[in-house]
């Protein structure tokens, strides 16, 4: 047995962190200078965006709907029912949505970046951009990484929506409250405080998802076993780094006082 | 593009043997595994030469070595008048321009057509050339490898010799001068690694080409070569032509060409 205070456990997860802060880093140190690929961006946007619209939807509304349901009796228990919209409106919008969607992101897209960009590596494709004068680094990375960081926080915008909407249907299962007087009591209890943090920190959820699943991807050992382990990889890791980055946003924003 | 002034240098060096690749003392190790131990070997202009060697003898680190996609530990590899491993990565590119690089799995993009896969390499190099002019080159390194139909096709539809075609003509279409084959005809069945071997004999004749070509099939090398180096625990062990190769005595090189 080992005792030893620095197990190799430990020296793994520190190497890494280490490339992946590195990989971050040559994000930031390249990402920026022209010339940029507007076509590739806007490509990968429509993929990230658009494609998990649905998914990202009906997750939502069912969160929004179930939410509700589940509420209810506590409440009826201090007889605060009217207190429904309010109180659901909050958590979905605050918490439960922006997370749902990011993880349904590092879900679909993390494993999707990272199985895409592992078969690239394994069958060369990469170092054949590198061959033919493009920076593949830029072409595929940084195009990702930013549609990823761009199109999370759009998808979690329209959860809110759509949560909400689930919300009012559940609110009306068992009581009924008019389509007026739930939007109403909705948008009285919301401010932007509830708001904008939660979206901001959506930016990040998306930049930790785009680069944890290029990461892989980028770095994926030879044969298609290495791909699958990549894509695996990229969502373990990036759902955790929600989790992770949630909880410091929630400090943050607490310490900032917006609450 | 192989202008007038080059045909008549190729015209006159065909005996005077001026080297366009210089390799000297290349070493490259990867932690304990020293794959190639002080390393020699020239290209000459407007030759094939093929380096052949055991599996995992390094063979694809070399070439890789001398398109700049790995860095040796040491040594110099002179070609276009620079040393490879000193150039960064806009001095490359320009390099790489006039260099065609095959690779073993054809790296085709497997996300995009096959008229994409082609144009790819060349809105980088002549972004200004107009639609109708990349359409042309496009069908012109179609046709030269006998697969114009193909040209809205993606990757996955084709069978493996026509992606080694596809592969081919998305290298020509920048009309190199020298160009890297990493193992052509393995995985193709004969009668097709023996079509492709005479693609590239004739692209050697149509384009003036100089080429390093990786093979250990024996039909691949006896069409294509003018000249072969083996490589055997690093070195280059012996160099020759075919036939002189296929006379030797040495064990070792009879391992390989009997
Ligand atoms: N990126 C790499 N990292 C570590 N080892 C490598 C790498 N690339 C090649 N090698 C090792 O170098 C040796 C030669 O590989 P390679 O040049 O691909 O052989 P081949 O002659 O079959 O083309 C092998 O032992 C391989 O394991
Ligand atoms: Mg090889």
């Known amino acids: 047995m080992n005792y030893s205070i620095f197990p190799d456990q430990w020296k793994t997860f520190l190497n890494e962190a280490g490339a992946i802060s590195r990989f971050t880093g040559r994000f930031f140190k390249i990402g920026f200078k022209p010339p940029y690929e507007f076509r590739e961006l806007l490509k990968q946007c429509f993929y990230i965006g658009y494609k998990s619209l649905g998914l990202v939807g009906i997750t939502a509304f069912i969160m929004g709907l179930v939410i509700t349901i589940q509420s209810r009796p506590t409440l009826v228990e201090f007889g605060a029912e009217a207190w429904l919209p309010k109180m659901v409106s909050v958590s979905l919008v605050r918490e439960i949505a922006p997370v749902i969607t990011a993880l349904i992101c590092a879900g679909k897209i993390g494993s999707s970046i990272g199985a895409e960009l592992g078969s690239m590596k394994v069958t060369e494709q990469i170092d054949a951009m590198e061959v033919s004068g493009t920076n593949p680094f830029k072409y595929l990375v940084v195009t990702r990484v930013m549609a990823a960081t761009l199109m999370v926080p759009v998808l979690a915008v329209f959860a809110d929506a759509v949560s909400l909407y689930g919300g009012f249907l559940g609110a009306n299962i068992r009581g009924v409250v008019s389509w007026d007087l739930y939007w109403n009591q909705v948008f009285q209890t919301l401010v932007y405080s509830d708001i904008l943090p939660s979206v901001f920190k959506t930016y990040f959820f998306g930049f930790a998802i785009g680069i944890i699943g290029c990461y892989k991807g980028y770095n994926s050992q030879k044969g298609t ?35 | 593009m192989v202008s007038e002034a080059d045909h008549k240098a190729n015209d006159e060096t065909e005996t005077k043997n001026i080297p366009v690749i210089e390799i000297r003392n290349l070493n490259k190790s990867f932690g304990d595994n020293h794959v190639l131990r002080n390393f020699n070997a020239d290209l000459y202009k407007g030759e094939n030469l093929v380096v052949v060697g055991k599996s995992g003898s390094g063979k694809s680190v070399l070439i890789k070595c001398i398109i700049g996609l790995m860095k040796p530990d040491s040594g110099t590899i002179h070609m276009y008048g620079k040393n490879i491993p000193d150039l960064d990565e806009t001095e490359l590119d320009t390099i790489r321009e006039k260099t065609g690089f095959l690779f073993q ?29 990349v359409n042309e080159l496009v069908m012109e390194a179609l046709t030269n490898v006998g697969l114009a139909e193909t040209v809205d096709m993606m990757p996955a539809e084709l069978s ?41 004999l004739e692209v050697q004749k149509k384009y003036k080409t100089s080429s390093i070509i990786i093979s250990h099939d024996m039909n691949c090398i006896k069409i294509t070569s003018n000249r072969v180096v083996l490589l055997i625990d690093g070195r280059c062990y012996a160099e020759g032509t075919y036939e002189k190769l296929k006379k030797s005595n040495d064990v070792k090189v009879n391992l390989f060409f009997e």
Request: aromatic letters at 4%; glycine letters at 6%; charged letters at 20%.
């Open chain 1, 225 to 259: 076993e290495g791909v699958g382990q990549s894509a695996n990889s990229a969502v373990v890791i990036s759902s955790l780094l929600v989790f992770i980055i949630d909880l410091i946003a929630v400090q943050v924003i607490d310490l900032l006082n917006f609450t």
């Open chain 2, 105 to 133: 799995s054809n790296a085709l993009y497997d996300s995009m057509t096959v008229r994409e896969n082609l144009e790819f390499s060349l809105r980088r190099h002549q972004l200004k050339a107009e639609t109708e002019k």
């Open chain 2, 160 to 200: 493996g010799g026509m992606k080694k075609r596809i592969a081919l003509a998305r290298t020509l279409i920048l009309k190199p001068h020298i160009i890297l084959y990493d193992e052509p005809t393995t995985g193709l069945d004969p009668i097709t690694g023996k079509e492709i071997s005479s693609l590239m």
